[in-house]
């Protein structure tokens, strides 16, 4: 579904992505795991179409979308839940949602928007108030949900447990089970490690921009080496 | 008492244009984090088009609304030739480019138009209404009201409209909106075009009370500048307030202290909200853009 073939981009003259190369199967929940700085938000950003790269290619269903700029990715149903959350803090919880739908004009009814407020209740009783007045778990669930009202094919996930309690990262990792069990693809990136790779099927470990090793879920929860740096054990 | 409503009177008519100018700044600032000096260039364009297009025969109402088309047609220009090109670019650079294209579009208006000033009869004639003592010209009625309907139009379409969401989430966030499928740089190119038609009309309405010519941009500019960091800068509320606020402070200044401090009021309010306050008085937290 997707194929990354050695992407690299650089911020002035500092590398951040060397030669990446990877790939998304249709179904698949992958992990992305990495220390801070290895590279993860920017190999993200690339996918999306919001940081530029130097080289590689982007194959997303086929295409070549590497040169397409950032709405028309979303339009093919490449939808990104930023790091941070970044969230429209002025706008309503509603606007916030309904922005999410921004390329879906036609479909943009109730239904979506229903679906999302059933997963995630705390939303419709805040409706109407700004996305500023919610606290870090309700942002959260509102980055999700508006990437979920984008008719997501493949969802990329910036480090969603970010400074969040642990049950809420758990209700997080629930839903984004059960989205990928309604079809919708999934490319993790998470500094928690052990949360990611127990709903993952696949993972890669990103080193200083480059990949460094992949497996399943499984290979890796075993493998020494991110057991030292990752999982902390 | 008469002379203050007249003082009350000017100094909201004057006062609306800052408003005007002042929101097509504030537009501009939030879809795209740049400081247009050429603002004030629009404004010009509204009323001399509106004038030569008159002049060459054109019934009044189409002549405005060919100025109108003019300073959109300036605004894209704007956008597509100088901005876009230099969308990497800090603000300050940004900045310099906007008070070059200012000095074109001025040095174009003068080549084109002439170096004369101009007047548009009144749209309800030039007699002066008589109000507790004050005389008004009923044109400044058709300047409050057409402020008042811009404003309007201005909040329903940004609190109403799809477009105009993604235009705030945008200003909110420009990352996010990308990530959402907004395209930003056609967010852009919609505020310069708005921004330019708002600042056009802003021109044709004030000039059968003030006259206008090709060099009244640069001053219009930098007063709109003091009402949006009066305002606090990016609040379009704040833009209408902040203007109308400088304008009646500038004709209080001219009318009780005199009429060669109107001009240094602006500077004077400028210098105080910067020191005292400088996220003016509807600013949010810190403008992070500038």
Do not use: C
Request: proline residues 4%; aromatic residues 6%; without cysteine.
């Amino acid at each position: 579904m997707l194929r990354v073939a050695g992407l690299s981009s650089a911020y002035g003259r500092v590398h951040a992505l060397r030669g990446v190369t990877l790939e998304v199967e249709s179904g698949e929940i992958v992990a992305l795991l990495g220390s801070n700085g290895a590279g993860k938000t920017t190999l993200l950003r690339a996918i999306s179409g919001v940081q530029p790269i130097k080289g590689g290619q982007v194959h997303f269903e086929g295409a070549a979308i590497e040169r397409e700029r950032p709405h028309r990715r979303v339009a093919r149903g490449l939808i990104q839940v930023p790091e941070g959350r970044q969230v429209f803090a002025p706008l309503s919880v509603e606007d916030n949602l309904r922005l999410g739908a921004y390329r879906r004009r036609v479909v943009n009814g109730i239904e979506p928007l229903e679906r999302v407020y059933s997963i995630f209740p705390v939303l419709r009783e805040k409706r109407h108030s700004p996305a500023a007045s919610l606290s870090g778990g309700q942002q959260q669930m509102l980055a999700v949900g508006r990437a979920m009202m984008a008719g997501p094919r493949l969802l990329l996930l910036d480090e969603p447990s970010m400074g969040l309690a642990p049950i809420i990262v758990e209700q997080i990792f629930s839903v984004l089970v059960e989205l990928n069990k309604q079809g919708v693809t999934i490319l993790l990136v998470e500094q928690n490690a052990n949360a990611a790779l127990q709903i993952a099927t696949r993972a890669y470990v990103l080193e200083t921009g480059e990949i460094t090793l992949s497996g399943t879920g499984r290979e890796l929860l075993g493998d020494d080496r991110v057991r030292a740096a990752y999982l902390g054990l | 008492m008469a002379e203050f409503l007249q003082f009350t009177s000017s100094g909201l008519t004057v006062g609306a244009v800052y408003a005007l100018v002042a929101l097509g700044f504030t537009l501009i600032f939030n879809a795209s984090g740049v400081v247009n000096f050429a603002q004030g260039e629009f404004v010009m364009l509204g009323g001399m088009g509106t004038v030569f297009a008159a002049a060459a025969g054109v019934p009044l109402p189409l002549a405005a609304l060919l100025a109108v088309a003019l300073a959109v047609v300036a605004g894209l220009l704007l956008d597509g030739l100088a901005i876009r090109p230099a969308r990497q670019a800090g603000p300050i650079v940004l900045i310099i480019i906007t008070i070059g294209a200012a000095l074109v579009i001025r040095g174009l208006a003068q080549v084109f138009f002439d170096k004369e000033f101009h007047k548009l009869p009144g749209f309800s004639g030039d007699a002066s209404i008589h109000i507790g003592g004050a005389a008004v010209l009923p044109q400044t009625f058709w300047v409050l009201a057409g402020t008042l309907a811009i404003f309007s139009g201005m909040w329903w379409f940004m609190t109403r409209t799809m477009t105009g969401k993604a235009l705030r989430a945008t200003a909110a966030n420009r990352l996010a909106a990308e990530l959402v499928g907004i395209d930003t740089r056609l967010v852009t190119t919609l505020a310069f075009a708005v921004s330019a038609g708002i600042g056009a009309v802003a021109g044709i309405l004030i000039t059968p009370i003030t006259l206008t010519n090709y060099d009244i941009g640069t001053m219009l500019a930098l007063k709109a500048f003091v009402a949006s960091v009066l305002g606090g800068m990016g609040n379009p509320i704040g833009a209408v307030v902040g203007g109308l606020l400088l304008g009646l402070l500038e004709a209080f200044a001219a009318g009780y202290l005199s009429s060669s401090y109107k001009d240094a009021a602006a500077i004077v309010v400028l210098l105080l909200v910067l020191f005292a306050m400088p996220s003016g008085l509807f600013g949010s937290k810190s403008v992070e853009r500038v």
